[in-house]
């Protein structure tokens, strides 16, 4: 059984790091797509280190969080170096086509039609914004998943302002004119 105090020690850490931790990782993934395995990552270490050591042990939630953080994103790229040797990232089809294994993804298996459609033109915008730069993805991360405001990104990505709203809205009105 899981002590309570251990998860809300954990809630409370993850709600005051968070944002932070994922702009860390934001501005230091090689890719815009390892940026929720490698945060998924460093909170199931945190819970994992909860446990082992007791809600007494973390004095600086900040920078614990940040350290594991930086170790996983080491990690993640090493371990990822090392298993392309031996496991191929891509295959063939039946058809001959080659697919990635990281543009795999669950079909859908009963759905209604309006969740669907908001599906395609999600999966749509997505396959949009991949062919951008990579600082242009992490500037619409930042913006709309990690909710930060255009003066934290340019702090985080250490851009000028003008720079990550140029980013931002030029790829806004692409990605709309793209959609209709």
Known sequence: ???PNITARFNEIYDSTYKVVLSFITARCKKTDDI?????EV???LYKLLCKR???YIQNEYAITLRIAKHKLYKHYSLKERLRLFIPMTFKKEDGDE???ADLEA??????EEVVINQLVVEKARQFLRQKPDDVKKVFNLFYDVELSIPEIAQTLSMSESNV?????R???ELRAHLQ
């Open 99 to 101: 697919v990635s294994i």
């Open 171 to 173: 790829t806004l009105k």
């Open 165 to 169: 709203k140029h980013k931002l809205y």
């Open 107 to 112: 079909e859908v298996s009963s759905a209604e």
């Open 1 to 3: 059984m899981v002590d």
């Open 54 to 56: 007791g809600v007494d």
């Open 43 to 45: 909170y199931t270490e």
């Open 36 to 40: 929720s395995d490698v945060a998924q």
